[in-house]
């Protein structure tokens, strides 16, 4: 058997543990959930929080081959919780697989996201805090920060993944709904706790609104009013000693969510890029389910 076969099906391996892990958690606390409305986006954040007891579980993927790199898949399990009405926690645990090459863990993350103010206003900040322990085989796209190219993605994983890198990450995220339309602007700034790099620092926006404000009278699936469309731009904004777009990675594309009855959330994005830094197109797709008052599941009836 080729070097090239085996290597495709560790990854294929790789690939469908990610999607036991997701539908084993599924089935195991699957309730019938009433969906809770979530913006499009794959990379911005909106002022949205988990609602108090609820747990959402996401399998994010994204699949691209810049120019002069290998094909590559790279999961993303997430688990958010939402601990209190201002303050959500979430879990994250990564993966890739890169064609003719191999398939490796790439690390976790733990962020907690804070709203200050607790009634709505024109502009609505949150506060995100993140832990970042991941090597730097690391193909997720979650964000872009600093000088980074997609060069750096045609190096072979077995000489990168001995690299870990923990760094704390912080987001000031801007939100405002008008009129059913969401806007949303993340501004990001990360270091590297283990290492003697600059800050380095990111962006990312986002707009989109329901195909239909209104909802109607029967309960179904494929309805305007459960799809969600917009636009999200995002990428890399230099370094404390290099702050600005050279030689960063630059991404704009549409994005489509629909939100089901069920709690079940599916979403798309094709992502282009916007200068030679970047892959030519991200291709995102994802999908959530929302368990209401998780640790029920757990407590004894009485």
Not at 111 to 127: A, S
Not at 236 to 256: A, I, M, S, V
Request: aromatic share 14%.
């Amino acid at each position: 058997m080729s070097d090239g076969v085996v290597c495709r099906l560790r990854a294929g391996c790789r690939w469908s543990a990610f999607g036991f892990i997701f539908a084993v958690l599924v089935l195991a606390c699957g309730r019938r959930a009433e969906a809770q409305l979530e913006q499009p986006y794959f990379v911005t954040y909106s002022s949205t929080l988990e609602e108090p007891g609820n747990l959402e579980i996401e399998n994010q993927n994204i699949v691209a081959q810049p120019k002069g790199t290998n094909l590559f898949y790279a999961p993303t399990v997430e688990l958010e919780y939402g601990v209190k009405a201002w303050w959500t926690s979430e879990f994250y645990l990564q993966g890739q697989a890169t064609n003719h090459d191999s398939a490796v863990m790439t690390g976790f993350r733990f962020e907690n996201r804070f709203r200050p103010l607790p009634r709505e206003y024109w502009i609505n900040p949150v506060l995100y805090v993140e832990y970042e322990n991941v090597n730097k085989t690391d193909k997720s796209y979650l964000e872009v920060t600093g000088n980074t190219s997609t060069q750096t993605l045609a190096v072979p994983n077995a000489a990168l993944r001995k690299e870990l890198e923990r760094s704390i990450e912080g987001k000031l995220i801007l939100s405002s709904n008008v009129k059913g339309w969401n806007i949303s602007e993340n501004m990001i700034a990360e270091k590297a706790v283990n290492e003697a790099e600059a800050w380095e620092f990111g962006y990312a926006a986002g707009v989109s609104r329901p195909l239909r404000l209104k909802a109607g009278a029967r309960q179904c699936t494929f309805c305007l009013q459960n799809l969600s469309g917009g636009v999200e731009i995002f990428g890399g904004l230099g370094t404390r000693y290099n702050f600005g777009f050279d030689q960063t990675e630059q991404y704009l594309g549409p994005t489509l969510a629909l939100n089901t009855p069920k709690g079940i959330t599916y979403k798309f994005s094709p992502e282009f890029g916007l200068n030679d830094n970047s892959a030519g197109v991200l291709w995102r797709f994802g999908v959530s389910y929302e368990i209401p008052q998780f640790l029920d599941v757990f407590r004894r009836k009485k």
